[in-house]
């Protein structure tokens, strides 16, 4: 995010304030520019220190400082990266020992991905239960009827959990113009595996898909390239498909407004958008995900925890802002991916899906009911569980059962 | 009151700026709702699409390469010259403005992935 949008959203910036010198004289400059920055709850400082405070123990949680620092020194490169507000931005800026004012960095780690396979066991997967879901299968309610829009790198439609799940697909040339002819299929695996989640049937027993009964309209709008076209061509073909929710796992870094009046359109077409709020922490998301109008979700695990890559932040408005609005099941999801095959994948990517399913269902049970009134209901069902924060998890985790009821 | 400034992509703003106006770019567009606050219409979507092309080029004389409307969402991508792209960027219609390849990677990707055998 700019400085400007920063301090718009969020209140705050994150600066890194150059200094006209290096060395001894920075640690001078450093001294005499402190009183610019500010301790805040809205900085990555802060997001960290506060999932410290959740997992570090005894001695070492005693030692934690009870404030965020409000900046750092490097002395050697002559930098000092700290939070500022509009009046503190103004000051560093205008100080005779800094010679710029830039957005602090952020980087993101290259996870690792695991490479064993593993072997699933018959039943239905852990999410899938969390949420409810079965007791809503069990009377008649799957997702029956319910057109979901599932904009991502493609969709197997040949794999055996997808098999009459593919309402409809699309493909999109780099300005967003359709290529005639596309057949389902799958740039990636992401695609193939939230669509499983979404909709899959159950395979050899195993049954991983909230939505069984549910149909995807699906259509590749990402594939490594980043071309907003072709995600626009996505969202103006499911629209065109009459879905009644779009769930989709992908988005900007930071605050972009520039799909704000895309998704605001969507809310008034009665489209529920649910979207993932991003993998980067504590202290950060991504849009359209952390917009007031999304239907925001990050992820938690089996155990009932707030996963550490979920990412979380808080903005400066009055309606909604803490992102993600709830979470939902995210580490180590069973779906399909391409060739027949099978994955356990973790992400916000992963519980979005979930969520989606879970609308589709309720959409099924009471087709009349609105995107805001489906969404409300889910909200109502939440509750925080055990170990779980407000800050990370917002409402916390939905229930069917409970959420039928508010409908 | 007056209406606020089109959301402009701080990347298409830098690829705006260091571009001659003849290089060609890829931009996509978001239009406000009418007036009276309601979404456009597909027809009306795609008529103010044109009507904003025709008024860009009598201002610039640059014509746009392909267009795509997406009638459905207000919105719009183009190929055109840099000072086409420009010129689109100023009129009261336009909500939003973003370079079409963006840097960043947009999908979000899992961060953790294991293959996974089904029972027989």
């Known amino acids: 995010m700019d400085l400007n949008t920063q301090l718009k959203m969020l209140g705050v910036a994150e600066v890194m304030a150059v200094l006209k010198s290096t060395n001894g004289e920075a640690t001078k400059g450093a001294k005499a520019i402190a009183d610019h920055f500010r301790s805040t709850g809205s900085s990555h400082d802060a997001a960290l220190l506060e999932t410290l405070r959740s997992t570090v123990k005894g001695k070492a949680a005693a030692k934690l400082p009870k404030r965020p620092p409000p900046f750092h020194v490097y002395p050697h490169l002559g930098i000092v990266l700290g939070t500022v507000d509009k009046d503190g931005l103004a000051k560093l800026r205008k100080d005779k020992a800094v010679a710029k004012v830039l957005p602090a960095p952020v980087l993101s780690l290259i996870r690792p991905t695991a490479s064993d396979e593993a072997k699933a066991k018959k039943g239905i997967t852990w999410g899938v239960e969390a949420l409810g879901v079965p007791k809503l299968w069990h009377q008649g309610c799957n997702g029956k009827g319910i057109l979901v829009g599932h904009l991502d790198t493609g969709v197997d439609g040949k794999h055996p959990a997808l098999k009459g799940a593919i309402a409809a697909f699309a493909e999109f040339n780099l300005l967003g113009q359709p290529v005639p002819g596309a057949k389902p299929h799958d740039t990636d695996e992401h695609g193939t595996h939230t669509a499983g989640t979404i909709a899959g049937r159950a395979v050899n027993g195993v049954s991983f898909g909230v939505a069984p009964g549910a149909k995807l309209a699906s259509a590749i709008v990402i594939e490594g390239g980043n071309v907003v076209a072709r995600i626009l061509a996505g969202m103006n073909w499911v629209v065109g498909q009459k879905v009644r929710i779009l769930s989709m796992s992908l988005g900007l870094r930071g605050y972009d407004g520039s799909f704000l009046f895309l998704v605001q359109l969507l809310r008034r077409l009665d489209i529920l958008p649910v979207f993932a709020v991003g993998n980067e922490g504590s202290g950060t998301s991504r849009s359209p995900g952390n917009y007031v109008e999304a239907l925001s979700v990050g992820a938690y695990d089996e155990k009932g925890q707030v996963a550490l890559f979920s990412s979380s932040q808080k903005f400066n408005r009055p309606k909604d802002p803490i992102v993600p609005d709830l979470v939902g099941p995210g580490v180590d999801v069973l779906s399909c991916i391409p060739n027949g095959r099978y994955a356990l994948m973790s992400g916000s990517s992963m519980a979005t899906p979930h969520i989606a399913g879970l609308a589709a269902i309720l959409m099924q049970a009471k087709p009349k009911a609105k995107a805001n009134q489906i969404e409300g209901a889910i909200f109502k069902s939440c509750r925080l569980l055990k170990g779980m924060t407000a800050d990370r998890a917002n409402r916390g985790v939905p229930d069917a059962i409970k959420a039928l009821t508010f409908l | ?120």
């Open chain 2, 1 to 120: 009151m007056p209406t606020p400034k089109a959301v402009l992509d701080p990347l298409l703003n830098q690829r705006l700026l260091e571009a001659p106006d003849s290089e060609a770019m890829d931009a996509v567009f978001t239009l406000r709702p009418s007036a009276k606050g309601s979404g456009l219409t597909p027809a009306a979507t795609r008529a103010t699409v044109e009507r904003l092309l025709l008024r860009a080029h009598k201002l610039t004389g640059a014509t746009a390469i392909q267009v795509t409307v997406f009638d459905n969402i207000q919105s719009f991508a183009v190929s055109a010259p840099a000072i086409l792209i420009k010129s689109l960027i100023g009129f009261k219609e336009i909500a939003s403005a973003m370079s079409n390849q963006q840097q960043q990677d947009l999908l979000i990707r899992p961060v953790a992935r294991r293959e996974v055998k089904l029972p027989k």
